[in-house]
């Protein structure tokens, strides 16, 4: 039987919680995506365990607290350490958020939805040339989930996504739960969403899950993925013509890690089924 | 619309938005963004920036609590 996804492969993100768990399972686990932060500024020897592991399985790095969808450029120093920590461990590629985390000297603690407009555009465009140049890699950025329609937009979500990646010629790291969440948050559909944005530029995809508060939903990542985001991977899958990393990203209230390799597996099913729709299998 | 003005007004409504009362958009004014900027902030979803501002809130203490155990661990040499 031809194999249709060839390329495809699936993996969870690296926590210390999971770690001995995901080790004795790396059978079923393609690639690692660790939390790049955690790495900022640590002891030699915990880097070094890092590079050997990625020495030995492939892992993608990911960025939390750049803050570079920003109309402020991100400090220097939040390159050079991701220039130094991919150096060090060689990672297949590194991804940050379309998110801003801090100005004026406040540090809010989470992702924050930028204002969608040309002027966040052109920071965010500005800031991922920068770290592209500090780096050496072009990072692939990643849609959020907010709560908040942000305030002093011009564009819709998907028009200023499609934007940061047609106008980078950067990759998108699209996190499906996001879209799942903004859609209930900011009341757009979901699949008109993926639609509009150029799946074309999609390498990588997060699946996770959340809470639902009242009549919104929290992206917590506390949670099993919900069977929207099995349908939306089967349609993007079906659409997106490059080879895929789809990532299930856990942050707390750990469940055995069957329960967790078998969400991977149900991803796996999903893409498989949207490869197979698109070649007419 | 956005300017890092604009952006420090929203980190700090995200911070802390009770520190800024029912009106945003005066808010806004007095904090020097422009009528257009002020109008823009006045129209965010209050119930949806309260549990936006909650999440936040856990967030920050969650990473504090993080970083303590941090340099405990360091301290101990683990």
Redesign the interface.
Known sequence: MPQEVPNDRFGIGWRPDLAAAILRNLDRIDVLEVIADDYFGAPSRIVKSLASLSAEHPVVLHAVGMGMASTIRTGRSWFNHMARLVDRVKPESWSEHLAFVRAGGVEIGRLAAPPRNANSLEGTLANLEAATRATGMRPAMENIATLVDPPGSSMTEAEWLSRVALDSGGPLLLDLHNVHANAVNCGFDAMTFLRQVPLERVSTIHLSGGRWIGTRILDDHLHDVPDPVYDMLRFVAGRAPRPLTVLLERDGKYPPIEHLLAQLDRARQAVMKGRREHAGI | ????????????L??DPRSFGEDLRGAALRFGLTPE?AE??G???RE??A??AA???R??QG?RGAQRRSIVT?LLGH
């Open positions: 619309m956005s300017t890092p003005e604009f952006e420090a007004f929203l980190a700090r995200y911070a900027q823009a902030i129209h965010i979803d949806a920036l549990v936006a999440s936040f809130e967030k920050r990473k360091r």
